[in-house]
């Protein structure tokens, strides 16, 4: 099992940034990919930013050139620095790390509310 816990959350206004952060504790042997995603009221969880073992990193059109993943494989933790950002990244955030090659099992954080005001 993986525990993963998120922090960094919070309310801000539009223009402004706000950093994410997710450690990783467990079984963390084996993780390949860890990211984060959002959700609001309604709609499907989307991706806003990836990256896979090594430095291979993945973002949502919606949010290139304003957020950028990072990971501290010494600390297992993965960040989420957002800038710039707008109303319509306001939703509830989550973490997610993906262990195994052939079975590939999937760990949620609990999420972590982002509300960013006009």
């Known amino acids: 099992q993986v525990q993963l816990v998120e922090s960094g959350g919070g309310l801000v206004q539009a223009g402004g940034s706000l950093r994410l952060s997710c450690a990783a504790s467990?079984?963390?042997?084996?993780?390949?990919?860890m990211g984060w995603y959002r959700q609001v009221p309604g709609k499907q969880r989307e991706l806003v930013a990836a990256?896979?073992?090594?430095?291979?990193?993945k973002y949502a059109d919606s949010v290139k050139g304003r957020f950028t993943i990072s990971r501290d494989n010494a600390k297992n933790t993965v960040a989420l620095q957002m800038s710039s950002l707008k109303p319509e990244d306001t939703a509830v955030y989550y973490c997610?790390?993906?262990?195994?090659?052939?079975?590939?099992?999937?760990?949620w954080g609990q999420g972590t509310q982002v509300t960013v005001s006009s």
């Open positions: 997610k790390v993906e262990k195994g090659r052939a079975v590939v099992v999937a760990y």
């Open positions: 990256i896979i073992s090594g430095a291979s990193t």
């Open positions: 467990g079984s963390i042997f084996g993780i390949n990919a």
